[in-house]
């Protein structure tokens, strides 16, 4: 299993990684926390971990720590507008229950 | 699901970490501040546990500044430091503030130059002091002891103001919270505030009147809710009618009262005034339990205030009162083209609501109990809350769409002194619409565009937002270039104006921002007015629209006698130039009707003229051609 961006999500990623001017890839994750179990979380990377994993999909780098990746292997990040709001979007096929808001999440 | 967004490393947001905002409900009389906590809205109170903090400001010496309670307690014995009831001073100047004799302030006007020109000054202890810098340290106040009881910098604030607030009201109140240090999220209608307290938290859809009596403003709105989706049909109101003037009829009786048993008619202290006015207030909230009232205190003269009213005698003192708040109902009833059957429920907003004879004659009014079901002072405060919650961004937003109406109607100024309206009041914000003008005169090439907001027919009657010219206009016949002007009003109320000439494409723009010193009588005299006035002003138009009339006809004549004066023999000539006399002679008095008259005269005798200028050119046109030539 893997993590995958869709190109709408490669192509947003790319672009706030060159008008940030640094950063290697994109850090995707979850903490404990919220009120639903889970909270994803979503960061650039500058360094990495000894003991995390990288893939490549549409020329970036997703990185995720192997304690995540448990949570959200196989996810695929999207990028979607609603209504006024735009932002990244996880189709994670592990969750079992989210919160009403959806930042949050129980597997 | 929540759309996320990329953070710095290490910087994720905790979900559900909450922004702080706070709604605030600045009134007359009492202000609030609520905030929105673990989705529960809630009003905060002060370390003492009140919720309400009075709207009083106290320049003490030694500089320092106290609000609320301690500054009430010094209303008595300081009244000149002692600011009361300043919402009613907001963006006024002081030709506007009437009954100057019962405000025991010292009001200055403000140097010409001054930047919020016309705005009333006030001379403290503290120096001169301006109705924002005195609103400003309400908010302060509010905004610490949210920051107290939230523990942390709040992102935002919406601050509640009458829907009947002008641009310069409503700036000044902006300018009071930048003052404090607070960010406005927005300005809210307060009635607005109430139905987003009352929709949300009761989930309740269809058509509701909301009933604002605070203690310096009645306002009147009617709203249309359905899913979660806050429309404003009509608003009306009367900015100088609240639970103070009830305090003052109460103030008035008590000195009727001692006049009769004290003859020596000294005029009151300052000092007296406010312990009366005091007095009064206690008189009309006790009465809303009781069945009458003691009055007692000394005055500074020794002399003992000891009367009782009963509340049968308080509700005939104050009958007329709320009969003032019927015609307003009626009106935004009619704006909103509404039978009382319509409504599906009355909410009561503003501490002078708990009045039983006020309930009554809403009750009365609607025929059905009004709700009640949240306490009236409060009310508008967690609507602001709430709003401000979403625009925070602590809800995604997607359940909460705020509809707003523009107050009054926005128009240009056309031919004769006249206003076209272009965006009839109670039209939902944001708002644009377009009409097409035309020129008035031959050959013209510019057009001076002058916006106006108000009800009356007559520019001179309305109030002057702003002036542009459109230059670059082809030269045509009069009549025949095709202007379109466009008026639009964003979601903040603010407005641009455009227009352009469609053959050409040439364009002009104007954006109006908010100002002070325009002068413009309160919205509600303007409003009044357009009913009162209604019958002249319908006279006004007709003359001026003869008026019109007839000097372009007088002109086209003028053109035409010039072109093809040859066609005509003497006697003609003179016939017409007889008619132009009699409409010149009509044109300079003000019938309309003679106008009219001359006008169709003038249009007979020249019918024949007319006639053979038609036959005319077209023998010009066929002159000289074969007939295979002519296009049929």
């Given at each position: 299993?893997?993590?995958?961006?869709?190109?709408a999500?490669a192509?947003?990623v790319e672009?706030f990684?060159?008008?940030?001017g640094?950063?290697?890839?994109?850090?995707?994750?979850?903490?404990?926390t919220?009120?639903?179990g889970?909270a994803?979380?979503l960061e650039?990377?500058?360094?990495?971990q000894?003991?995390?994993?990288?893939?490549?999909?549409?020329?970036?780098?997703?990185?995720v720590?192997?304690?995540?990746?448990?949570y959200i292997d196989?996810t695929?990040?999207?990028f979607t507008k609603?209504?006024?709001?735009e932002?990244?979007?996880?189709?994670?096929?592990?969750?079992?229950?989210?919160?009403g808001?959806?930042?949050?999440f129980t597997? | 699901?929540a759309l996320?967004q990329?953070?710095?490393?290490?910087?994720?947001?905790?979900?559900?970490q909450?922004?702080l905002a706070?709604?605030?409900?600045?009134?007359t009389?009492?202000s609030?501040?609520a905030?929105?906590r673990?989705?529960m809205?809630?009003?905060?109170?002060?370390?003492h546990?009140?919720?309400?903090l009075?709207?009083i400001?106290?320049?003490?010496?030694?500089?320092q500044?106290?609000?609320?309670?301690?500054?009430?307690?010094?209303q008595n014995?300081?009244?000149?430091n002692?600011?009361?009831?300043?919402?009613r001073?907001?963006?006024?100047s002081?030709k506007d503030?009437v009954?100057?004799?019962?405000?025991?302030y010292r009001f200055?006007?403000?140097?010409?130059?001054?930047?919020s020109?016309?705005m009333v000054l006030?001379?403290?202890r503290?120096?001169?002091?301006?109705?924002?810098?005195?609103s400003a340290?309400?908010l302060k106040t509010l905004?610490?002891?949210?920051?107290a009881a939230?523990?942390?910098?709040?992102?935002g604030a919406?601050i509640?103001?009458p829907?009947?607030?002008d641009?310069?009201?409503?700036q000044a109140?902006?300018d009071?919270?930048?003052?404090a240090?607070?960010?406005?999220?927005?300005?809210l209608n307060?009635?607005t505030a109430?139905?987003?307290?009352?929709g949300l938290d009761?989930a309740?859809?269809g058509v509701?009147?909301i009933?604002?009596?605070?203690?310096?403003?009645?306002?009147v709105?009617?709203?249309?809710?359905?899913?979660g989706?806050f429309?404003v049909?009509?608003t009306?109101?009367?900015?100088?009618?609240?639970?103070?003037?009830?305090?003052?009829?109460i103030?008035c009786?008590i000195?009727?009262?001692?006049r009769?048993?004290?003859?020596s008619?000294q005029?009151?202290s300052?000092?007296d005034?406010r312990l009366?006015?005091?007095?009064?207030?206690?008189?009309?909230?006790?009465?809303?339990?009781?069945?009458?009232?003691q009055?007692?205190?000394k005055l500074?003269s020794?002399y003992?205030?000891d009367?009782?009213?009963?509340?049968?005698a308080?509700?005939?003192?104050?009958?007329?009162l709320v009969?003032?708040?019927?015609?307003?109902?009626?009106?935004?009833?009619?704006?909103?083209?509404?039978?009382l059957?319509?409504?599906k429920g009355?909410?009561?907003?503003g501490?002078?609501?708990?009045?039983p004879?006020?309930?009554?004659?809403?009750?009365?009014f609607?025929?059905?109990?009004?709700?009640?079901?949240?306490?009236?002072?409060?009310?508008v405060?967690i609507g602001a809350a709430?709003q401000?919650?979403?625009?925070?961004?602590?809800r995604?937003?997607?359940d909460?769409?705020l509809?707003?109406?523009?107050?009054?109607s926005?128009?240009?100024?056309?031919?004769?002194?006249?206003v076209?309206?272009?965006i009839?009041?109670?039209?939902?914000?944001?708002?644009a619409?377009?009409?097409?003008?035309t020129?008035f005169k031959?050959?013209?090439?510019?057009m001076?565009?002058?916006v106006?907001q108000?009800e009356?027919?007559?520019?001179?009657?309305c109030?002057?937002l702003?002036?542009?010219?459109?230059r670059?206009i082809?030269?045509?016949?009069?009549?025949?270039a095709r202007i379109?002007?466009?008026f639009?009003?964003d979601?903040?109320?603010?407005?641009s104006?455009?227009?352009?000439?469609?053959?050409?494409?040439?364009?002009?723009?104007i954006?109006?921002k908010?100002?002070?010193g325009?002068?413009e009588?309160?919205?509600?005299?303007?409003?009044?007015?357009?009913?009162?006035?209604?019958e002249?002003?319908?006279?006004?138009?007709?003359?001026a629209?003869?008026?019109?009339d007839?000097?372009g006809?007088?002109s086209a004549?003028?053109i035409?006698?010039?072109?093809d004066?040859h066609l005509?023999?003497?006697?003609?000539k003179e016939a017409i130039s007889k008619?132009?006399?009699?409409l010149?002679t009509?044109?300079?008095?003000?019938?309309s009707?003679a106008i009219h008259?001359?006008?169709?005269?003038?249009?007979?005798?020249?019918?024949?003229?007319a006639?053979?200028?038609m036959?005319?050119?077209?023998?010009r046109?066929?002159?000289?051609?074969?007939?295979?030539?002519v296009?049929?």
């Amino acid at each position: 299993m893997a993590i995958s961006l869709t190109p709408a999500a490669a192509n947003r990623v790319e672009k706030f990684l060159s008008n940030r001017g640094k950063g290697i890839g994109l850090r995707l994750g979850v903490k404990t926390t919220g009120c639903s179990g889970m909270a994803y979380t979503l960061e650039f990377v500058d360094e990495m971990q000894a003991e995390d994993m990288s893939f490549e999909s549409h020329g970036v780098k997703v990185i995720v720590d192997p304690k995540s990746l448990v949570y959200i292997d196989g996810t695929e990040l999207d990028f979607t507008k609603e209504g006024l709001n735009e932002g990244f979007k996880f189709n994670n096929p592990n969750v079992a229950d989210e919160c009403g808001c959806g930042e949050s999440f129980t597997v | 699901m929540a759309l996320l967004q990329i953070s710095e490393p290490g910087m994720s947001a905790a979900p559900h970490q909450h922004k702080l905002a706070i709604g605030i409900d600045l009134g007359t009389t009492n202000s609030l501040v609520a905030t929105v906590r673990s989705g529960m809205s809630t009003v905060l109170q002060d370390q003492h546990g009140h919720a309400l903090l009075p709207s009083i400001v106290h320049y003490g010496e030694a500089q320092q500044v106290i609000v609320g309670h301690e500054a009430k307690v010094k209303q008595n014995a300081d009244p000149v430091n002692t600011i009361a009831s300043v919402k009613r001073l907001m963006g006024r100047s002081l030709k506007d503030i009437v009954d100057k004799a019962h405000i025991p302030y010292r009001f200055v006007s403000p140097p010409s130059d001054d930047a919020s020109q016309g705005m009333v000054l006030l001379d403290t202890r503290a120096g001169l002091k301006s109705p924002v810098e005195i609103s400003a340290e309400i908010l302060k106040t509010l905004k610490n002891r949210a920051q107290a009881a939230l523990g942390g910098e709040l992102t935002g604030a919406v601050i509640t103001v009458p829907a009947y607030f002008d641009d310069a009201q409503r700036q000044a109140t902006k300018d009071a919270a930048r003052l404090a240090g607070l960010h406005v999220l927005r300005l809210l209608n307060e009635p607005t505030a109430a139905a987003v307290a009352y929709g949300l938290d009761n989930a309740a859809e269809g058509v509701y009147v909301i009933y604002d009596l605070g203690g310096g403003t009645f306002d009147v709105s009617i709203l249309h809710l359905s899913k979660g989706i806050f429309e404003v049909l009509a608003t009306n109101g009367d900015s100088a009618l609240g639970g103070d003037d009830f305090d003052h009829r109460i103030y008035c009786w008590i000195l009727d009262q001692i006049r009769d048993a004290n003859p020596s008619k000294q005029p009151l202290s300052e000092k007296d005034t406010r312990l009366l006015l005091t007095k009064a207030r206690q008189a009309k909230e006790w009465l809303t339990e009781n069945e009458e009232a003691q009055i007692t205190c000394k005055l500074s003269s020794a002399y003992t205030v000891d009367v009782t009213l009963t509340a049968a005698a308080f509700v005939e003192l104050t009958e007329n009162l709320v009969r003032k708040t019927l015609s307003p109902m009626r009106k935004a009833m009619r704006d909103a083209s509404l039978d009382l059957t319509d409504i599906k429920g009355v909410v009561l907003v503003g501490g002078a609501t708990r009045m039983p004879h006020v309930r009554q004659a809403v009750q009365d009014f609607f025929q059905q109990a009004p709700l009640t079901n949240l306490d009236p002072d409060k009310v508008v405060a967690i609507g602001a809350a709430i709003q401000a919650n979403v625009l925070a961004g602590n809800r995604s937003g997607d359940d909460l769409l705020l509809l707003d109406v523009t107050p009054l109607s926005l128009g240009l100024e056309t031919m004769g002194g006249l206003v076209e309206k272009v965006i009839p009041r109670n039209s939902t914000l944001p708002v644009a619409r377009a009409q097409d003008f035309t020129t008035f005169k031959d050959g013209q090439t510019a057009m001076s565009i002058h916006v106006l907001q108000g009800e009356r027919d007559l520019v001179s009657a309305c109030r002057s937002l702003a002036r542009f010219e459109l230059r670059g206009i082809p030269p045509m016949a009069a009549g025949a270039a095709r202007i379109r002007v466009t008026f639009q009003v964003d979601a903040d109320g603010l407005l641009s104006v455009s227009a352009r000439e469609e053959t050409k494409g040439v364009e002009a723009s104007i954006s109006v921002k908010p100002s002070y010193g325009l002068n413009e009588d309160a919205i509600i005299d303007m409003l009044k007015s357009s009913f009162s006035e209604a019958e002249s002003d319908k006279k006004a138009r007709a003359l001026a629209e003869a008026k019109v009339d007839a000097m372009g006809i007088i002109s086209a004549i003028h053109i035409a006698l010039e072109q093809d004066g040859h066609l005509l023999n003497a006697v003609e000539k003179e016939a017409i130039s007889k008619h132009i006399k009699a409409l010149e002679t009509a044109l300079a008095g003000e019938q309309s009707r003679a106008i009219h008259d001359a006008t169709a005269a003038l249009n007979t005798a020249t019918e024949a003229f007319a006639a053979k200028r038609m036959d005319e050119s077209v023998s010009r046109a066929l002159a000289g051609k074969n007939i295979d030539e002519v296009n049929l």
